[in-house]
């Protein structure tokens, strides 16, 4: 039996694309998750309502994230992780957290090392951290590092993620 039956229910998530330049047709990181979460043999339900564009803003991070919280299961952010000042996404999620998952930062600087891009990896600053029973991921814009991060390490997990935050709930 698997965690999401024994939960009785789908897996709800948003996704956030944090951009100053992308539009619904240009983003291509965003949708490349919703690909993922959508096609696989996850139960993930993505609604339109949940899929966001935001600018490379701390406040406007924060109340998208603020304004469907409440709704969803897991936020799965990308872009504006990186190191230039304009990249706020980190600073802007690490205010939900309750717990930080440090391992996922750690395993996907890792792999993005062993299989990506060699030594830029210690520019990604990607993240996770819980928010009560909530999951909040932060990936790099890059659809390599969305490839990557989705395959080797969100998806793999993501059930096992979910039912651990929720099952004394």
Do not use: C, W
């Not at 304009?86 to 996907?108: C, M, Q």
């Not at 990936?139 to 096992?160: D, F, R, V």
Request: proline share 1%; glycine share 8%; aromatic share 6%.
């Amino acid at each position: 039996m698997s965690i999401v039956e024994k939960m009785d229910r789908d897996i709800t998530v948003g996704i956030i694309t944090v951009s100053d330049t992308r539009t619904k047709e240009t983003d291509k990181g965003g949708n490349l998750i919703y690909d993922y979460l959508t096609n696989g043999d996850l139960n993930v339900v993505v609604q339109d309502k949940h899929r966001h564009i935001v600018k490379d803003s701390v406040s406007e991070i924060r109340g998208v994230i603020t304004t469907i919280l409440d709704d969803v299961d897991v936020v799965i952010t990308t872009g504006g992780t990186g190191i230039a000042e304009r990249d706020v996404t980190i600073e802007a999620v690490k205010y939900f957290f309750h717990k930080e998952v440090e391992g996922f930062g750690e395993l996907f600087r890792m792999l993005s090392y062993t299989e990506d891009i060699g030594s830029r990896s210690l520019l990604s600053r990607a993240v996770m951290g819980t928010h009560h029973n909530k999951l909040i991921v932060s990936l790099p814009g890059s659809t390599g590092a969305i490839k990557l991060g989705m395959e080797k390490l969100i998806l793999k997990e993501l059930n096992h993620l979910v039912y651990e935050l929720n099952k004394d709930a």
